[in-house]
């Protein structure tokens, strides 16, 4: 398994403004991903964050709007630009451990409400 | 496109009941299921993992099987305890993307 922490752990925002968030791993690992949990749903993958390279995003999800970094093995930051209510949702981060096993660990989330 | 669904959507029990949370996908061209629980407001914690070459796994009071050709995952709870109340999610993996299930929604009476 992975101790996979965030911050902040929550936050509350103004219309317009832009918040980045932190996940830091115990451990190198290869993959790292952002999800997003709007209230009452389930998640979202919004892109894969690659060591090195531009992060790679799912449909809906732009790197103008959650631009990515992932510096090394065992740090990433999402950033949630320009926001809007809409985006008022739960962001996690995720790690796989082993390569192949396909196995993710959640960290806790970031509570992020838009006003 | 993979599709996966929970149900029930939501779950109330009284305590010491065996229970049965269903997951179902629509392609069965998958690496592994895994089984979550999301207690509210907070990350994810890993209940189970079953390896698409597996049909069930055990961890004290949980056990998951998996019928692939079927497209079903199954997650049974004995012996339910209120500390056991939260969401329970699934998720299938396969080329490196999770996709989620609904969630259910467990509620267990003491």
């Known amino acids: 398994s992975a101790v996979i922490s965030q911050k902040p752990s929550r936050d509350i925002c103004q219309r317009g403004t832009s918040l980045t968030i932190q996940c830091q791993v115990d451990s190198q690992v290869t993959m790292m991903f952002w999800y997003r949990q709007q209230p009452g749903q389930s998640l979202t993958l919004i892109a894969t964050?690659?060591?090195?390279?531009?992060?790679?995003?799912e449909s809906g999800f732009v790197i103008d709007k959650f631009p990515i970094s992932r510096p090394n093995l065992t740090f990433s930051t999402l950033t949630v630009s320009n926001m809007s209510p809409e985006d008022s949702s739960i962001y996690l981060c995720?790690?796989?451990?082993?390569?192949?096993?396909?196995?993710?660990?959640f960290g806790p989330g970031t509570r992020l409400t838009v006003l | 496109k993979q599709e996966v669904t929970q149900i029930p959507a939501a779950l109330s029990v009284p305590e010491g009941e065996n229970l049965v949370l269903n997951c179902s996908f629509t392609d069965s061209a998958i690496y592994n299921l895994q089984w979550f629980r999301q207690d509210p407001g907070k990350g994810l914690t890993s209940l189970l993992l079953i390896q698409s070459s597996q049909r069930e796994q055990t961890s004290g009071r949980l056990n998951a099987s998996l019928d692939k050709s079927s497209g079903r995952s199954t997650l049974y709870i004995a012996a339910s305890q209120p500390g056991d109340s939260a969401t329970y999610l699934c998720?299938?993996?396969?080329?490196?993307?999770?996709?989620f299930g609904t969630g259910t929604r467990l509620k267990v009476l003491a």
């Open positions: 998720a299938t993996s396969g080329t490196y993307k999770y996709i």
């Open positions: 995720s790690v796989e451990v082993r390569r192949g096993r396909g196995e993710q660990f």
């Open positions: 964050a690659n060591q090195g390279s531009e992060a790679t995003y």
